[in-house]
């Protein structure tokens, strides 16, 4: 059976962020995984584990005849602990995975052509890692989310 349309785009960023892989040229490698609780705890508490968080969505007023646009805001939480072994500053680890997240999901902002644009939004910064917000904009036929 065929996904939603907002499930296909929420599969493609977390096959979007499977990528940002030391061999594929980022700083890091990601363990990627979909929140699965509704308090978003990260299993494991493993650095550099990025959970995919979908939040809050809106209707947009600009659609088309017969079509609905929404807009839907995810964020990327990541793990980045303090780590004695390591040399770098902790803010440098954290700007690393933000810069590695924003590059791979600019890659394909319409993620698999199921959207029609990925907004970056400010980060938010905690103790222990840092978390990337964005919204992604897409359309659906009315009465039809399985359908642009």
Excluded: H
Excluded at 9 to 21: E, K, R
Excluded at 35 to 47: H, L, P, W, Y
Excluded at 81 to 103: G, H, L, P, W, Y
């Amino acid at each position: 059976m065929t996904e939603p349309i907002i499930e296909n785009i929420s599969a493609n960023i977390a096959t979007t962020l499977a990528g940002v892989t030391v061999a594929n040229g980022y700083n890091q490698t990601l363990t990627v995984q979909r929140a699965r609780r509704s308090n978003f705890d990260i299993t494991g508490e493993i650095d550099y584990t990025a959970v995919i968080m979908q939040r809050d969505e809106t209707e947009k007023e600009s659609a088309p005849l017969c079509k609905t646009d929404r807009s839907i805001n995810y964020e990327v939480a990541v793990l980045v602990r303090n780590d004695d072994r390591s040399t770098d500053a902790m803010d440098t680890r954290k700007n690393r995975v933000r810069a590695d997240i924003e590059k791979a999901l600019c890659v394909d902002p319409t993620r698999g052509g199921y959207a029609i644009d990925t907004v970056l939004q400010p980060p938010e910064n905690y103790t222990d890692g840092i978390s990337v917000k964005f919204e992604v904009w897409y359309r659906t036929a009315n009465n039809n989310p399985y359908n642009a």
